[in-house]
T-cell receptor, first 111, second 115 residues
Framework: EDKVVQSPLSLVVHEGDTVTLNCSYEVTNFRSLLWYKQEKKAPTFLFMLTSSGIEKKSGRLSSILDKKELFSILNITATQTGDSAIYLCAVELRGDDKIIFGKGTRLHILP | DSGVTQTPKHLITATGQRVTLRCSPRSGDLSVYWYQQSLDQGLQFLIQYYNGEERAKGNILERFSAQQFPDLHSELNLSSLELGDSALYFC??????????????FGSGTRLTVV
């Protein structure tokens, strides 16, 4: 069965800390891995990763994919209270076009 | 505003009833995806349509059905509702299946409460 597992499920840190969120996957036909940030309602897109070892960066957020070990990490440096959200990892499958989400990591940044 | 419009935003209904959730994809997007999000299960893929045709099916119950119309809007029909169907239902769209370069764009969701 295809699955995406995120860890930790929740995390509380202080403003200014650096956090690393993990996503591992076991799927039959990998196409891409996606990271989303969900605050109050709709998930908003952060990154799409298709190739191993190539870091994607956007401001204080960065992500990298390891297709051999089947995982990805999302790093957030110098965290701010506005980074508090649920971070979702998803894997898009080739062929049947399904997208499978992990349960998310709930990140809370203390001021 | 993401460009994906979902209505209604909130819906409260009784067990056994039938409801219809509506989604208008972002302009230019041909593919629509439906997801159910509950606290314990996370985001569960239900079904995908591309240009009016069903493309992929996930964990969608037989009591649920969906369609995509010629104008590309989509409706998700939930019938014989049970308490456990209470959840946030999201619609997402993309240009074509597999075109995730900008990520799939999500609507704000419909919060369904079954009482």
């Amino acid at each position: 069965e295809d699955k995406v597992v995120q860890s930790p499920l929740s995390l509380v840190v202080h403003e200014g800390d650096t956090v690393t969120l993990n996503c591992s996957y076991e799927v039959t036909n990998f196409r891409s891995l996606l990271w989303y940030k969900q605050e109050k309602k709709a998930p908003t897109f952060l990154f799409m990763l298709t190739s191993s070892g190539i870091e994607k960066k956007s401001g204080r957020l960065s992500s990298i994919l390891d297709k051999k070990e089947l995982f990805s990490i999302l790093n957030i440096t110098a965290t701010q209270t506005g980074d508090s959200a649920i971070y979702l990892c998803a894997v898009e499958l080739r062929g049947d076009d399904k997208i499978i989400f992990g349960k998310g990591t709930r990140l809370h940044i203390l001021p | 505003d993401s460009g994906v419009t979902q209505t209604p935003k909130h819906l409260i209904t009784a067990t056994g009833q039938r409801v219809t959730l509506r989604c208008s994809p972002r302009s230019g997007d041909l593919s629509v995806y439906w997801y159910q999000q509950s606290l314990d299960q996370g985001l569960q893929f239900l079904i995908q349509y591309y240009n009016g045709e069903e493309r992929a099916k996930g964990n969608i119950l037989e009591r649920f059905s969906a369609q995509q119309f010629p104008d590309l809007h989509s409706e998700l029909n939930l019938s014989s509702l049970e308490l456990g169907d209470s959840a946030l239902y999201f619609c997402a769209s993309s240009v074509v299946p597999g075109w995730a370069n900008e990520g799939y764009t999500f609507g704000s969701g419909t919060r369904l409460t079954v009482v």
